[in-house]
Nanobody, 121 residues
C-alpha cells in the first residue's frame, strides 16, 4: 500500500510537501493520486499524475497552489502545497491505480492510511 508522510501543523500561508512511498513495489506503471478528507466531509480529489508523468490533473479547490510530481526510480510521489488555507485541513491520502488517470475515489483501488495536515488561521 502507498504510505503518505509529511503532514503536520502549519500556519495559513505556509507550505508543506507530502511524500508517498510504495514500499516493496515499483509504482512506475501506476497512476498516482492524492485525495483528502476533512471531518464530516466526503473525500475530495486533490491531484493525480499518470504513470509517465505526462498527464496531471488538479482539483479546483487547490489548483494553482499545489504541484504533484513523481520519481519512479524512487517509487515516490510528492505533493507540494503552498499558500495553505485553514480549509485545506484534512487527512491526505496517497492512492494508486493500475489503469488510466482518474479523479474519482473508486478509480483508485489502493489507498494508504493518510497523513494529517492542519492549517491554523
Amino acid at each position: 500500500q502507498p504510505q503518505a508522510s509529511g503532514g503536520g501543523l502549519v500556519q495559513a500561508g505556509g507550505s508543506l510537501r507530502l511524500s508517498c512511498v510504495a514500499s516493496g513495489r515499483s509504482i512506475s506503471t501506476y497512476a498516482m493520486g492524492w485525495f483528502r478528507q476533512a471531518p464530516g466531509k466526503e473525500r475530495e480529489f486533490v491531484a493525480g499524475i499518470s504513470w509517465s508523468g505526462g498527464t496531471i490533473y488538479y482539483g479546483d479547490s487547490v489548483k494553482g497552489r499545489v504541484t504533484i510530481s513523481r520519481t519512479n526510480a524512487k517509487s515516490t510521489v510528492y505533493l507540494q502545497m503552498n499558500n495553505l488555507e485553514p480549509e485545506d485541513t484534512a487527512v491526505y491520502h496517497c492512492t494508486a491505480a493500475n489503469g488510466p488517470l482518474g479523479v474519482l475515489p473508486f478509480e483508485y483501488p489502493f489507498w494508504g492510511q493518510g497523513t494529517l495536515v492542519t492549517v491554523s488561521s
